[in-house]
């Protein structure tokens, strides 16, 4: 069964940064698109990143943009998003998820696996 787990969430200052982890397991991702998704509380789940486990080729939100760097790891089938000059909007639950279909969407509903989420809380 695909499992995804999310670790590196956490408290940080306004201008840190953060390292979010999301290893996967369970069957080969080479196709699918692997992507990045946060939450804040009472609003939906937007999409913040996501990378083609094959090629590389990555996306981003505008809010994003410059600030985020998503990557991966094929050795260790785990992708990771680097946060730096982080904004106390930027808090939230941040959630991996796959789509094994490989066509990139920003939403949600057209990933078929997600991670339990980590939680990121900017400080001003």
């Known amino acids: 069964q695909e499992q995804l787990v999310e670790s590196g969430g956490g408290l940080v200052q306004a201008g840190g940064s953060l390292r979010l982890s999301c290893a996967a397991s369970?069957?080969?991702?080479?196709?699918?698109?692997m992507g990045w998704f946060r939450q804040a509380p009472g609003l939906e789940r937007e999409f913040v990143a996501a990378?083609?486990?094959?090629?590389?080729?990555?996306y981003y939100a505008d809010s994003v943009k410059g600030r985020f760097t998503i990557s991966k790891d094929n050795a260790k089938n785990t992708v990771y998003l680097q946060m730096n000059s982080l904004k106390p909007e930027d808090t939230a639950v941040y959630y991996c998820?796959?789509?094994?279909?490989?066509?990139?969407?920003?939403?949600?509903?057209?990933?078929?696996?997600w991670g339990q989420g980590t939680q990121v809380t900017v400080s001003s």
């Open positions: 369970g069957r080969t991702f080479s196709t699918y698109i």
């Open positions: 990378i083609r486990w094959s090629g590389g080729y990555t």
């Open positions: 998820a796959a789509d094994e279909k490989g066509l990139y969407s920003r939403r949600p509903s057209e990933y078929d696996y």
